[in-house]
């Protein structure tokens, strides 16, 4: 997982075509009042998901992975928590959904991670990293509008 900003990441990762699609989809998005729901950008290649929701505050916290997409999870407005923790140290409860290309799944609390995610901030995810999103920053539930762009691993 790699957290910054739209303007460090290209000196932070090497960028694929379709990952420089992504980031420059973001890049052109910013201040822009965007639907909730999915966004075309190319095709299953790269595409964007538009979410609002209120971060959660939970004792019970959930940790999702995926095998086909790199998510580029960018806060546009709002602040959550995100969780972090290497994808071998999660046990599953919910197997792979291949159509969501989504698993879910436990992290023991010693090894999880949690990085304060403010407007302006970028995680990218690989399907390496599970990730626990919408948490609540500082145990204060509060409105998110997050911009997921999902980029197919290999392209």
């Known amino acids: 997982m790699i957290v910054t900003t739209l303007d460090r990441i290209a000196a932070q990762a090497d960028m694929t075509p379709a990952m420089q699609k992504a980031l420059d989809f973001l890049v052109a998005s910013q201040g822009k009042e965007l639907e909730d729901g999915r966004v075309e950008i190319d095709g299953d290649t790269v595409f964007a998901l538009v ?8 004792a019970d916290v959930f940790f999702e992975g995926h095998k086909r997409y ?12 995100l969780g972090w923790a290497p994808v071998d140290a999660a ?3 919910r197997e792979y959904d291949e159509g969501r290309d989504m698993w879910l ?9 949690f990085v304060y995610m403010p407007a302006g901030q970028l995680a990218v ?17 509060s409105p998110v509008k997050k911009i997921v762009v999902k980029v197919s691993v290999g392209s």
């Open 125 to 141: 995810l690989w399907p390496s990293d599970a990730h626990a999103p919408m948490r609540a920053a500082g145990g204060v539930s």
């Open 70 to 81: 790199i998510d580029f999870q960018y806060v546009a407005a709002g602040q959550e928590a």
């Open 105 to 113: 799944g436990t992290v023991p609390a010693e090894v999880a991670t």
């Open 51 to 58: 979410q609002s929701y209120d971060s959660k505050e939970s």
């Open 91 to 93: 046990t599953i409860t």
